[in-house]
């Protein structure tokens, strides 16, 4: 028998066991826990917003200028 795939944000073990379980969602042969992580540390959010950002402004600027005026112009039409 195949045991289950575990995944974590890889700071907290993540167990069958777990307490504070927010959710569970099942499809077909897949499950998916979605687990409280309690309380986060501003630092730890400011960090990881910040990152998202970089992640994000990165992969922006590796557009051609021709696709981000594409996208620009077709989110500028939504924010009308």
């Known amino acids: 028998m195949i045991d289950a795939h575990k995944m974590s944000r890889g700071d907290v073990p993540m167990t069958d066991n777990h307490e504070d379980m ?32 970089q992640i994000g402004w990165s992969i922006w600027c590796d557009l051609s200028p021709e696709k981000q005026k594409e996208l620009n112009e077709k989110y500028a039409k939504r924010a009308d």
């Open 22 to 53: 927010s959710m569970e969602y099942t499809s077909g042969n897949t499950k998916v826990r979605i687990v409280d992580p309690g309380e986060v540390p501003k630092e730890k959010v400011d960090r990881i917003l910040k990152e998202a950002h």
